[in-house]
């Protein structure tokens, strides 16, 4: 199934300059609806504060977020235009001051949804945990941006890190869209002699079979490493190699909004030098 609608985060305004050239370029590549999404964060409510009265305060927030809404939609309307592109922008209000159960749902509609990389010292706009509720919740495959870089083009040199488990079966399967038969795509399976049963004797050359009859050409690399740390491992193949895409699935699960992941999924989300395809 091709890539039709993208649901693109726009929250995160300081990275916007990046994000949104990147995400023009990909939706003009696949001949893409996009729908730029801004969530306006309700405001929590603290005891009053040196006589001001909250009622004052969570209006003035409130146009300041409104102000900004209104500079992101110029900002993003200009570039759909300026690449000629099928858009519509979404102005949302959340429940409460994350916004990522808004957004969450609006990723349900759509093929991907595209967010940037989080830092999560420094809020940006979004809060620290945002892509991974995206990737554990929406049921969509997330393609996440590293900050402050644009990319011109993703598919043409890709990686695929795989291991034969159903997150990076997903995650595999869902990157269809985003190759074609013209894309490089090397199949990099971690360490496979940790599992002899699932490798076997040529790691990952069934999978590199089913793929072709969709049309793509895979090479297969068992990689095996000195440490356990396939995160590291894969970044440094993505070098080497000079991709422009890394699929994977990501290994964790949420447990009352709080997070834990694999070793390798935390890696790549803190250290991605190029965009990450996560499906989960």
């Not at 695929?160 to 090397?186: Q, Y």
Request: contains cysteine.
């Amino acid at each position: 199934m091709a890539t039709k609608t993208i649901v693109v985060s726009l929250n995160d305004t300081e990275n916007l300059d990046h994000l949104l050239p990147t995400c023009a370029a990909l939706a003009a590549r696949h001949e893409a609806h996009v729908i730029g999404v801004y969530i306006i964060p309700s405001v929590e409510v603290y005891a009053t504060f040196g006589g001001i009265a909250m009622a004052e305060v969570i209006d003035a927030q409130r146009k300041n977020f409104l102000s900004m809404a209104r500079k992101v939609k110029e900002k993003f309307d200009r570039s759909m235009k300026l690449n000629s592109l099928s858009a519509e922008w979404r102005q949302l209000d959340a429940l409460g001051s994350s916004i990522s159960n808004e957004f969450i749902r609006q990723s349900r509609i759509a093929d991907l949804a595209v967010v940037a990389q989080v830092n999560p010292d420094i809020y940006n706009g979004v809060e620290a945990g945002f892509a991974e509720s995206i990737v554990m919740d929406s049921g969509r495959p997330v393609l996440i941006v590293p900050r402050g870089k644009t990319f011109d083009a993703i598919g043409d040199k890709v990686v695929i890190g795989w291991n034969g488990s159903k997150e990076a079966a997903r995650a595999c399967f869902a990157a269809l869209p985003l190759v074609s038969a013209n894309s490089d795509v090397t199949l990099v399976w971690v360490d496979p002699q940790k599992q002899p049963s699932e490798a076997g004797n040529l790691p990952g050359s069934e999978l590199a079979t089913s793929l072709a009859r969709h049309g793509v050409k895979v090479n297969t690399e068992p990689m095996p490493t000195a440490s356990s740390d396939a995160g590291i491992a894969l970044l440094t193949r993505v070098g080497d190699f000079g991709a422009d895409l890394l699929v994977m699935g990501a290994y964790g699960h949420s447990r009352m909004r709080e997070f834990v992941f694999g070793g390798a999924t935390e890696h790549i989300l803190n250290k991605m030098t190029v965009p990450v395809l996560m499906s989960h």
